[in-house]
């Protein structure tokens, strides 16, 4: 059988073992009794044009298919027939495909009808997103054909869900392991502050605040597990930690069981819901591939702090944090987890598109106003640590964002009110009314101001996916 487990080409294979926070292997194995392709000793050549099902069996021939003749044979006719939309499958193939033989071949294929000479699959994804998708249906069973040999719940996710999609079906890229294979801490152990003696004062936690209940979740043990479900008082909250794009967003998780699916959009991990294995886009918390696309389904979100455990503690001592205690073996050592990734700012899987205004990776505030998805706002990180404070507009919602100096950024609605300082901690509007800062509210005394939903993000990443995007910087 062709295609063997491997997580990536050797290229991809180096990069991934010196920078994923996973184990080499995560125990894939084949399975030989999955039903194989029908009538793969048959070259299928037509003049009449293919049908889907015809076009996926051809290209499923090249994945079971042992005898060589027959391979060269299917991919001639392949050729003599050809169409651009076969570059898609075809170059699936050459990422999990360990036939070095059918490598080759595939890729002097694709050179020849496309008059390049590319020959890496992440190139050959680049030049593909720089054109307007052009595959046919059966691509998305292809890929759910090709994938299951990685995990048999992969399938699912593609079969028949073509017209579902709401993202390219080739920009729905395999991060490097199964469903749940960076395992999700689900109702975690939880400590005192006084109890986590394991944390430093400068280590970076994400800070969630509901209904007068602190809890903070260090990054150095998020970024093994990057996905948490946790009963917060009477709310289950959902943290996606997606360390590629640098962020943490907490959504409420009353009606979905969410896990990480084990693929990237644009370098953004995939979630999926357990009851329809639908796919769903992290950022905006919506569904993008599957039954549940086009329900109105966005999850709500709450507010997160990217702070340090010394501000966070000294703001509420009586939090709960993370317990070491995770059911896990890994080294839970600040800094340890995608240390080479967060040490550079190259990117560990390729973007549509890159934009010069700030680095990569550095980090920009989002406010998730009523209208942020329509008049989408980012404000650099840096830019608020320098001045503390800034005060917009988003849609309809004005905004006042206050930042301290460890970067921990909150935002409210300001209510029209307009204000003209933020020092040591006090916020003045025009009139010379004091407010007074807490996680839920701004105070004057007589009138509050609502906490908005916020979250840090690597600029790369929320540029991907709201390119048209105002910048704050």
Known sequence: MKVLLLCFSLLVAVKLSTQLPFNAGNGYTVDNKRTQATNTKT??????????????????????EKDQRITEETLQTISDEWEFNYIYPLVEILRLSSDL????????????KTATSLHDYYD????????EPAYESYFAD??????????????????????????????????????????PLRQPELLSAQDA?????????????INGQARAYPKRILAWHEFFIDQ????????????????????DMANHDLGTSGFLYRSNKLMYDKATQSLWNTIEGAPVVGPLVGKGISLATHPIITTTWGEWMKQHPTTKVLSLDTGYDRDYGEGVAYQAYFATDD???PVPKLDSRLKNKEEVFIVRAPDYQTDPLAISIKYLQKKKWHQDQIG?????????????????????????SYKKGQLKDKEGVIWKLTEDYLSNGSQQLKRLPGHNIFWFAWYNSTPDTRLIK
């Open 43 to 64: 070259v299928l050549t037509t003049s009449n044009p293919l049908t889907q099902k015809e076009k996926l069996n051809r290209f499923t021939s090249l994945i079971y």
């Open 101 to 112: 033989r059918l490598i080759r071949k595939v890729n002097q294929l694709l050179q020849d």
């Open 124 to 131: 050959w994804l680049e030049w593909l997103w720089e054109r």
């Open 142 to 183: 292809f890929k759910g054909i090709l994938y299951q040999f990685i995990d048999p719940k992969f399938k699912k996710y593609f079969t028949q869900r073509d017209s579902t999609a709401t993202i390219r079906m080739d920009e729905i890229v395999w991060g490097g392991v199964k469903q749940d294979g960076i395992p």
């Open 197 to 209: 003696t394991y944390l430093n004062k400068q280590d970076v936690v994400f800070g969630i605040y």
């Open 232 to 251: 917060i008082d009477t709310t289950t909250i959902a943290g996606v930690y997606c360390t590629l794009c640098g962020t943490v967003i907490a959504y």
């Open 347 to 349: 990117l560990m899987f």
């Open 396 to 420: 309809a919602t004005s905004i006042i964002v206050l930042s301290d100096k460890t970067g921990a950024t909150r935002a409210y609605d300001a209510g029209g009110i307009t204000f003209v």
